[in-house]
């Protein structure tokens, strides 16, 4: 089946500092992907959808100038906590949907990365 | 504006059992309806992705069914092992390419 990798998969970082996210559909186009954060057993809350070539889509309450999202080709969307803070910490998960099925794709998910902001 | 429902929150099991995992969903109009597993610390496996003109998708011991009408889907699993212990979802596409996810049953099989 499809596959969405994550990289990296876990990152600690300095307070201030900002930390990149990779997501890349490695078999299927994606113009579309989405990011979500999880707390600790807890449901996936989405961030914001990255869309290929254009602005990424906000959710409500999310901060764009905090979560910066760049999504240059179809195959990679980019997720930079700038700045970051304790409070950043958490599980962050990409997803892209594999249209090749369209309108009905199937939803992949990446492996996650968990963010420890010191 | 869709909903999505998921009984048990939680449940604890011998191994060996077969059980029932149910979601339920206000709007019955869907594209489709995926079943996955997360394990802690991970992300999210697809398990099973039914199709709206099925009612029913098969992978091993995995069984899911869909009845738009009534507004329900369970995950069967049939001879449950440890190795089964995860959150499982269910989750379901919007209009706007959105997903919305149920809140997960948390299954723990006991050796």
């Known amino acids: 089946g499809a596959v969405v990798s994550q990289h990296p998969s876990w990152v600690i970082c300095k307070s201030g500092t900002s930390v990149k996210i990779e997501c890349r559909s490695l078999d299927f186009q994606a113009t579309t992907m989405f990011w979500y954060r999880q707390f600790p057993k807890q449901s996936l809350m989405l961030m914001a959808t990255?869309?290929?070539?254009?602005?990424?889509?906000?959710e409500q309450g999310v901060e764009k100038d905090k979560f910066l999202i760049n999504h240059a080709s179809l195959t990679l969307s980019t997720l930079t906590v700038t700045s970051a803070h304790p409070e950043d910490s958490s599980f962050y998960i990409c997803s892209a949907r594999d249209l090749r099925g369209a309108p009905t794709g199937e939803l992949f998910f990446g492996e996650g990365s968990r963010l420890t902001v010191l | 504006k869709q909903e999505v429902t998921q009984i048990p929150a939680a449940l604890s099991v011998p191994e060996g059992e077969n059980l029932v995992l149910n979601c339920s969903f206000t709007d019955s109009a869907i594209y489709n309806l995926q079943w996955f597993r997360q394990d802690p610390g991970k992300g999210l496996t697809s398990l099973l992705l039914?199709?709206?003109?099925?009612r029913e998708q098969t992978s091993g011991r995995l069984n899911a069914s869909l009845d738009k009408s009534s507004g329900r889907s369970t995950l069967y699993i049939a001879a449950s092992q440890p190795g089964d212990s995860a959150t499982y979802l269910c989750a379901i596409p919007t209009g706007g390419f959105k997903t919305i996810f149920g809140a997960g049953t948390r299954l723990f099989v006991k050796a």
């Open positions: 039914i199709q709206s003109s099925q």
């Open positions: 990255s869309n290929e070539g254009s602005k990424a889509t906000y």
